[in-house]
């Protein structure tokens, strides 16, 4: 290699470099700031400032669903395994929507309760064909496994 | 000499590569677009549905195969401007050049593809979680890339310049990938894994990686016809282009 051509290898690799430890800090240090959700546990805890709009994840605890009969108005349990959280909102859901299905919630605290003015669904990494999915939970309910989420094979 | 050095110093030369790509070209246009139609077939008609989001999850079969081309192709366009700056090689230039557009538009494909998909399942068209606002980001460098090359007059400086951003801007690419991971975002983590085995029923799987093929090579394809142009105009004067430009006024 002649020396040229040495002396921009030199140069441009020590750029990417220094522009790939600059960007490792500073993902490193957004680490706090671009935290997407909370979870109950860290609500209660207290890690939320009061007032604060921010979102809440978990799952929409089993059985706690219940809709307004003349609204829009639907009130359920978010959980993390760990604590409960009430969340009340007021329009249209995502299909994804139901019992045992990771949400995040954007609102804020209101007497104790959580008012979303957004509810979204979180969908996980899993596909899985309809046949599997009743094969896998016939096969729980036979075996007495108490139900887990199917995965693929 | 070793022969493959040797064969790697010819293909950088003009009039060789765009003999070379213009016989490679009638193949990989048609493997491209048997691949394409059997994935989509495969996608959309014979793979089954969903248990949770039933004919709505095969959408999957442009978008994720999208969304890896935007983060290959980058990567193809860094190293060749890794090589370009260098190097100085001509043939660089065009190539990553050439393919900033192409990315462009599967960068574009994808994130239109995620929120058509987003607001049925997750209940939003868009949301500002890691993913896919690195996706974004990806794109604007992608075009930031592009506006450079255009903004400079003489070609040679004109792709150096834009292939400088684009190296630097490769630092996005652990990014996009490792969002998912790396911070609470609405966007699930991935499904296939290169290593282990993957989150998706075989029969869901294998249009997904016909998809994947099948957009490489459409990549290819497109990639080689704009650099054939490229290359063409850049040499405008040589001899061999001029032979080709009389050839092609013969016939």
């Keep these: ?153 | 000499m070793n022969p493959l050095l040797l064969w790697f110093h010819k293909l950088g030369s003009p009039p060789y590569f765009y003999r070379l790509a213009g016989r490679l070209l009638p193949w990989l246009w048609g493997l491209a677009l048997i691949g394409l139609v059997a994935g989509l077939y495969g996608g959309l008609v014979l793979a089954p549905a969903d248990y949770q989001q039933s004919d709505a999850f095969r959408i999957i079969y442009v978008h994720v195969p999208s969304a890896w081309m935007s983060m290959f192709i980058y990567a193809f366009m860094a190293a060749n401007g890794f090589v370009a700056l260098v190097w100085r090689i001509k043939l660089s230039e065009t190539l990553a050049m050439a393919a900033a557009p192409i990315g462009a538009a599967f960068t574009a494909i994808c994130l239109a593809t995620g929120s058509i998909w987003g607001k049925p399942m997750w209940g939003t068209w868009w949301t500002w979680d890691a993913r896919l606002t690195s996706e974004l980001v990806l794109l604007f460098l992608y075009l930031g890339v592009i506006g450079l090359y255009h903004a400079i007059e003489d070609r040679r400086q004109a792709s150096r310049a834009a292939a400088f951003l684009a190296l630097i801007g490769i630092v996005n690419l652990p990014i996009v990938h490792f969002s998912v991971k790396w911070w609470n975002t609405l966007h699930q983590g991935s499904t296939v894994k290169l290593f282990g085995p993957s989150l998706i029923d075989g029969r869901m799987l294998w249009p997904l990686l016909v998809m994947a093929l099948a957009t490489k090579l459409l990549f290819a394809a497109s990639l080689l016809s704009r650099a054939r142009v490229d290359l063409l105009e850049l040499e405008a004067g040589k001899e061999w282009a001029r032979q080709v430009a009389l050839a092609g006024e013969r016939t």
Excluded: C
Aim: proline share 5%.
């Design chain 1, 1 to 153: 290699m002649n020396p040229t051509r040495k002396r921009r290898l030199v140069v441009i690799s020590l750029i990417l470099g220094a522009v790939g430890i600059a960007a490792t800090l500073t993902v490193f240090a957004l680490q706090q700031n671009i935290t997407y959700l909370h979870t109950p546990v860290e609500v209660l805890a207290g890690k939320v400032p009061a007032d604060a709009r921010f979102r809440l994840g978990g799952m929409v605890k089993a059985g706690s669903i219940q809709r307004a009969g003349d609204s829009l108005k639907t009130g359920f349990t978010v959980t993390d395994g760990d604590a409960d959280m009430a969340v009340e909102y007021t329009g249209i859901l995502p299909d994804l929507f139901r019992e045992k299905q990771s949400v995040i919630a954007t609102g804020r605290m209101e007497n104790g309760r959580f008012v979303a003015s957004e509810v979204l669904a979180k969908h996980d990494e899993n596909y899985v064909p309809r046949d599997v999915a009743e094969a896998m939970a016939n096969a729980h309910k036979k075996h007495d496994i108490p139900e887990k989420k199917p995965t693929a094979q």
